[in-house]
C-alpha cells in the first residue's frame, strides 16, 4: 500500500539526487578486462556489441563509464599530460589560447610551405598537437577534477567564434557533445535529437560542428535545415561562413568562391595534417581537392530529398508549421543518411518547442520515439536517433560559475560568474520566482515553461486556452511527478496465466517490455479472487475497485492509422489493504491482434478480481468475456435499470458511446475526480491541506490535459479513466425509480340548462 506524500517542491529536484546529467556506471566490466585492453590498447572507436558499450576513445584506452540517458559511453583513461592552468585548484579553469603572432599571420597552406625551414620545425609541434586534439580530445584540470572533452568541443570552445567572441566552457555542453560523439561513434545511430532551452548555443554548436566535419571529410556534403528557408540561409551565413573563415590556417581548407558565400560554401583543397614528415614538403597528392560542400535548403517534406549527406544541420525542428511537417521530412532526410542498412551519416538536430498544435506535437513524436533504451530488434530506436534532454538550470545564462558549473540553488554568498559577474540568486530559485508571478496567465506561463523547461514535461507544455478540466491542477501533478524518480512509483510488466493454463490463476510479472504499468498489486490473499453464484464467475473485489477501458475490435490500423486501446484501473474508498480513490494501472497499447489485447485485460480483472466498465459499440472485448465465462466482471450501463437495458446490453454489458448524456456524465466524472483528487488540495476540502494527489501515469494527464469532448475518439486514456470513475460511482448515475400512479379522468358537465352537456 503506497504512503501519502507531502508536496515536494520542484525546486528540491537536486536533493533527490535528479538534477544530473550523467552518471558513472562503475564495476561494469570486470578491472582485469580493462587494464589489459588498456595496456594493450585495444578497445575500438564505435559500439562494443559485448559490453553494449559506445566508445568514444580514440586512443584504443577505456576509461570512466558515463550513463547519459539510458546510454553507456565509454571514456578514454585520464591524459598523463593533462593540462592545468595553475597549481591552485581555485585557479583551474578553462581558458582559450590564443593563436600565436606568427602563425596568425599565415593564411594557406601554401603561405606555410613558403615559410623557412626552420620557421616550420619551430612550430609543427604546436600544429601537430592541434590536430591531436581535434581528434582525440583533450584533458584539463577544471577546479581540481580532470576533466575530458571531446575534439568536437574542443574545436567549438578553442577555434570558434560566436556572437559574443569565444564560447564559455560549460558543464551541460561537455555532457552535450559527449552525446554527440557516441552518435557518432554508434553505427546503429541517425544522430540525436536534442531538446534544448532558448538560447543554449545550439545554432552555434551546430554549426561548428558543420564546418569541423565539413573540413576533414572528403566528397561529402553537409545540409541546413531549419524552421524556415530563410532561418536555414541566417544560420549559413552568420555561424557557419564566419566560423569557417576564423579558422587558423592549418584548419582551414581552400575555399571555391567568395569569402562570404550565400547560398554553398566549397572546399577545394584541403588543408593538410602537418606533421614531422611532410612538414618540409607538400605532395601533389594532398592537394587533391576535397569537394566537400556545405549548402541549406527551404523548409519542406521533400528537402534534401534523394540526395547523399555526411551531416545534417537541422536547427529549430520544434517549430516547423502547417503545412511543413518535421515528421514527413525526416521520414525523407533519414535516407539521405543510409546506405541500405549502414548508416553513412548523421544528423544533429535540436530545438524548443512550439506549442503542440503549432509543430510542438510532430516534434514531440519523434523525440519520444528516439529513447536509446527503446530498440528494435535491429538495435535501433523507432527514429533511428537518440534523445537527449538538458534542463534549464544547467545552461541558463548569468547563471554559470568560472568553473562552468550551474548555480543551482541561491548562495549563502555570491559567487562569480563565468562572464565576470556576481550571481546571488540560484537559476531555480530565479525560475520559480518567474514561475510564481505568472500563474495568473497559464498561456504566458507555458510559453515560458516551454522555452525554459526544467522537464520533459514542461518543454512540451501545451496551451490552456481549450482546456475542458482545470489545468493548473494537471500541471501541479505532472510537475510533482517530475521531481519524483517515477521508477519508484510505477512498475513495468505483464500478466501471464500460471503454467500457460488459461481460466486458472493469474500472474504478475515484472518486466520492461511489459505493457501494463502499476502502482499496487494486492497482496496474496486478495489476488485472483473469484465469486461463483449458480456456475457464473464474478469478481470478488469490486467494493475495492473498478476497471474502465477503450477497447478496439481491428486488429490491424487503416492507412497507418488506429487508435489504441486503453485500459485504467481505480480503487475506491475502502478498509483493506489497498491505496483509496487512486488509480493504480494504466494500459495503453495496440498489439499485434485485438485477441491479445482481449486476453491482457481480462488477465487484469481476473488478477485484481474487479469488473469492468467499457463501450459496447465496439463489442468484440465484451464476446470475449462471455464466452470465457467472464460476462459477471461485465458492467451493465449504470444509468438504467436493468428492465430497460437492449437485449445486447443485457446480453453483453458496457455502455454506449453515442449517448450525449453518457459523453457528458462521462466528462464530469473526470473533471470531479481531477478537483478531489490530483494537484494540491490547497484548502483540505478533500484531502489533508496542502497535500498532493497521487497519480503517476503521465499519458493519462496528458490526455486529459488536452481532452476535446467533441472529438473523443483520440483520447483512449481520458475515455478509459473516465469510465473507470464511472464504474466505482455507478450509484450516482441509477436512475430513481418512479412511483406507479392510477389517473382517473372524470368527464365534467354544464347543467345550467335542461340537458346537461359535457365540457370538452
Known amino acids: 500500500m503506497l504512503l501519502r506524500k507531502k508536496l515536494t517542491p520542484l525546486k528540491d529536484l537536486q536533493s533527490q539526487g535528479q538534477n544530473k546529467l550523467h552518471t558513472i556506471v562503475k564495476d561494469y566490466i570486470p578491472k582485469s578486462v580493462i587494464s589489459n585492453k588498456n595496456r594493450a590498447r585495444t578497445w575500438l572507436y564505435g559500439y562494443n556489441e559485448k559490453y553494449d558499450l559506445v566508445i568514444i576513445s580514440r586512443n584504443g584506452t577505456l576509461g570512466e563509464i558515463y550513463n547519459i540517458n539510458g546510454l553507456k559511453i565509454g571514456l578514454p583513461i585520464i591524459d598523463k599530460n593533462i593540462k592545468k592552468r595553475d597549481s591552485k585548484k581555485e585557479e583551474q579553469y578553462w581558458e582559450v589560447s590564443k593563436l600565436p603572432k606568427e602563425l596568425s599571420r599565415i593564411k594557406s597552406i601554401f603561405q606555410w610551405h613558403d615559410t623557412p625551414d626552420l620557421f616550420k620545425s619551430q612550430w609543427v609541434d604546436y600544429i601537430e598537437e592541434e590536430f591531436n586534439r581535434r581528434e582525440q580530445g583533450y584533458w584539463f584540470t577544471n577546479n581540481g577534477d580532470p576533466t575530458y572533452i571531446t575534439g568536437t568541443h574542443y574545436m567549438y570552445l578553442q577555434w570558434t567564434k560566436i556572437d559574443v567572441g569565444n564560447p564559455d566552457f560549460r558543464e551541460a555542453n561537455r555532457i552535450f557533445y559527449i552525446f554527440w560523439e557516441a552518435c557518432?561513434?554508434?553505427?546503429?545511430?541517425?544522430?540525436?535529437?536534442?531538446?534544448?532551452?532558448?538560447?543554449?548555443?545550439?545554432?552555434?554548436?551546430?554549426?561548428?560542428?558543420?564546418?569541423?566535419?565539413?573540413?576533414?571529410?572528403?566528397?561529402?556534403?553537409?545540409?541546413?535545415?531549419?524552421?524556415?528557408?530563410?532561418?536555414?540561409k541566417k544560420m549559413f551565413t552568420d555561424k557557419v561562413v564566419p566560423i569557417s573563415n576564423n579558422y587558423p590556417f592549418f584548419f582551414k581548407p581552400i575555399q571555391d568562391g567568395m569569402d562570404k558565400p550565400k547560398t554553398e560554401l566549397a572546399y577545394r583543397v584541403p588543408a593538410s595534417k602537418i606533421t614531422k614528415k611532410n612538414m618540409y614538403h607538400l605532395a601533389d597528392e594532398e592537394l587533391e581537392g576535397l569537394d566537400t560542400t556545405i549548402d541549406w535548403k527551404n523548409t519542406g517534406d521533400n528537402s534534401y530529398d534523394g540526395e547523399k549527406l555526411q551531416l545534417l544541420l537541422h536547427d529549430e525542428s520544434g517549430k516547423w508549421e502547417r503545412p511543413d511537417n518535421i515528421l514527413n521530412n525526416w521520414r525523407v532526410t533519414k535516407t539521405c543518411l543510409r546506405l541500405g542498412s549502414k548508416v553513412i551519416g548523421k544528423c544533429m538536430m535540436g530545438s524548443t518547442s512550439n506549442a503542440l498544435d503549432k509543430g510542438g506535437a510532430n516534434f514531440k513524436s519523434l523525440y519520444e520515439d528516439s529513447f536509446p533504451e527503446k530498440r528494435n530488434a535491429n538495435g535501433q530506436t523507432k527514429s533511428g536517433l537518440y534523445c537527449l534532454f538538458i534542463p534549464m538550470e544547467w545552461n541558463f545564462e548569468g547563471y554559470i560559475d568560472m568553473y562552468g558549473m550551474p548555480v543551482l540553488n541561491t548562495p549563502i554568498k555570491s559567487i562569480l560568474g563565468i562572464d565576470g559577474e556576481d550571481i546571488s540568486i540560484g537559476a531555480i530559485d530565479y525560475w520559480s520566482n518567474e514561475v510564481e508571478s505568472l500563474s495568473q496567465d497559464p498561456d504566458a506561463l507555458n510559453e515560458f515553461y516551454r522555452q525554459f523547461p526544467r522537464t520533459e514535461s514542461?518543454?512540451?507544455?501545451?496551451?490552456?486556452?481549450?482546456?475542458?478540466?482545470?489545468?493548473?491542477?494537471?500541471?501541479?501533478?505532472?510537475?510533482?511527478?517530475?521531481?519524483?524518480?517515477?521508477?519508484?512509483?510505477?512498475?513495468?510488466?505483464?500478466?501471464?496465466?500460471?503454467?500457460?493454463?488459461?481460466?486458472?490463476?493469474?500472474?504478475?510479472?515484472?518486466?520492461?517490455?511489459?505493457?501494463?504499468?502499476?502502482?499496487?498489486?494486492?497482496?496474496?490473499?486478495?489476488?485472483?479472487?473469484?465469486?461463483?453464484?449458480?456456475?457464473?464467475?464474478?469478481?470478488?473485489?469490486?467494493?475495492?475497485?473498478?476497471?474502465?477501458c477503450d477497447s478496439y475490435d481491428i486488429s490491424g490500423v487503416v492507412v497507418g492509422k488506429g487508435s489504441n486501446g486503453a485500459l485504467h484501473g481505480l480503487?475506491?474508498?475502502?478498509?483493506?489493504?489497498?491505496?483509496?480513490?487512486?488509480?493504480?494501472?494504466?494500459?495503453?497499447?495496440?498489439?499485434?491482434?485485438?485477441?491479445?489485447?482481449?486476453?491482457?485485460?481480462?488477465?487484469?480483472?481476473?488478477?485484481?478480481?474487479?469488473?469492468?466498465?467499457?463501450?459496447?459499440?465496439?463489442?468484440?472485448?465484451?464476446?470475449?468475456?462471455?464466452?470465457?465465462?467472464?460476462?459477471?466482471?461485465?458492467?451493465?450501463?449504470?444509468?438504467?435499470?436493468?428492465?430497460?437495458?437492449?437485449?445486447?446490453?443485457?446480453?453483453?454489458?458496457?455502455?454506449?458511446?453515442?449517448?450525449?448524456?453518457?459523453?457528458?456524465?462521462?466528462?464530469?466524472?473526470?473533471?470531479?475526480?481531477?478537483?478531489?483528487?490530483?494537484?494540491?488540495?490547497?484548502?483540505?476540502?478533500?484531502?489533508?491541506?496542502?497535500?498532493?494527489?497521487?497519480?503517476?501515469?503521465?499519458?493519462?494527464?496528458?490526455?486529459?490535459?488536452?481532452?476535446?469532448?467533441?472529438?473523443?475518439?483520440?483520447?483512449?486514456?481520458?475515455?478509459?479513466?473516465?469510465?473507470?470513475?464511472?464504474?466505482?460511482?455507478?450509484?450516482?448515475?441509477?436512475?430513481?425509480?418512479?412511483?406507479?400512479?392510477?389517473?382517473?379522468?372524470?368527464?365534467?358537465?354544464?347543467?345550467?340548462?335542461?340537458?346537461?352537456?359535457?365540457?370538452?
Not at 548555443?201 to 528557408?229: H, P, W, Y
Not at 517515477?486 to 513495468?492: G, P, S
Not at 464466452?627 to 444509468?639: H, I, M, Q
Request: with cysteine.
Open 458 to 548: 514542461h518543454a512540451f507544455r501545451d496551451e490552456s486556452k481549450q482546456s475542458l478540466f482545470n489545468l493548473t491542477k494537471i500541471y501541479q501533478q505532472v510537475d510533482y511527478n517530475d521531481s519524483l524518480i517515477i521508477e519508484h512509483h510505477t512498475t513495468q510488466g505483464s500478466f501471464q496465466w500460471k503454467d500457460g493454463v488459461k481460466d486458472t490463476e493469474v500472474i504478475w510479472h515484472p518486466n520492461k517490455n511489459g505493457r501494463f504499468l502499476v502502482t499496487w498489486t494486492p497482496g496474496p490473499g486478495l489476488q485472483n479472487r473469484v465469486i461463483t453464484e449458480r456456475g457464473r464467475k464474478k469478481p470478488g473485489n469490486e467494493h475495492i475497485g473498478s476497471f474502465g
Open 571 to 760: 480503487t475506491k474508498f475502502n478498509m483493506d489493504n489497498a491505496p483509496s480513490n487512486e488509480f493504480f494501472l494504466e494500459y495503453i497499447a495496440r498489439p499485434q491482434t485485438a485477441e491479445i489485447f482481449f486476453e491482457e485485460v481480462l488477465m487484469a480483472c481476473v488478477f485484481y478480481g474487479m469488473p469492468i466498465l467499457c463501450e459496447n459499440n465496439k463489442p468484440r472485448l465484451l464476446y470475449h468475456f462471455k464466452n470465457r465465462g467472464y460476462r459477471g466482471y461485465c458492467l451493465n450501463r449504470p444509468d438504467k435499470t436493468y428492465n430497460k437495458l437492449s437485449k445486447t446490453e443485457k446480453e453483453l454489458g458496457g455502455i454506449p458511446n453515442t449517448s450525449e448524456d453518457v459523453k457528458q456524465s462521462h466528462a464530469s466524472a473526470i473533471e470531479s475526480y481531477i478537483e478531489k483528487h490530483i494537484g494540491i488540495d490547497m484548502g483540505g476540502e478533500y484531502r489533508e491541506k496542502d497535500d498532493m494527489g497521487r497519480m503517476y501515469f503521465r499519458r493519462t494527464l496528458e490526455d486529459w490535459a488536452k481532452f476535446d469532448i467533441n472529438n473523443r475518439t483520440k483520447f483512449d486514456a481520458a475515455i478509459s479513466s473516465g469510465l473507470a470513475i464511472m464504474a466505482n460511482q455507478k450509484h450516482l448515475y441509477t436512475p430513481s425509480k418512479e412511483k406507479s400512479k392510477i389517473i382517473v379522468n372524470f368527464a365534467r358537465y354544464n347543467n345550467k340548462n335542461t340537458i346537461s352537456k359535457i365540457i370538452t
Open 184 to 232: 557518432k561513434a554508434d553505427k546503429r545511430s541517425f544522430g540525436m535529437c536534442y531538446l534544448k532551452i532558448r538560447r543554449s548555443g545550439f545554432s552555434f554548436m551546430s554549426s561548428c560542428e558543420g564546418v569541423n566535419q565539413a573540413t576533414i571529410t572528403k566528397d561529402s556534403r553537409i545540409g541546413i535545415l531549419s524552421k524556415t528557408g530563410s532561418d536555414a
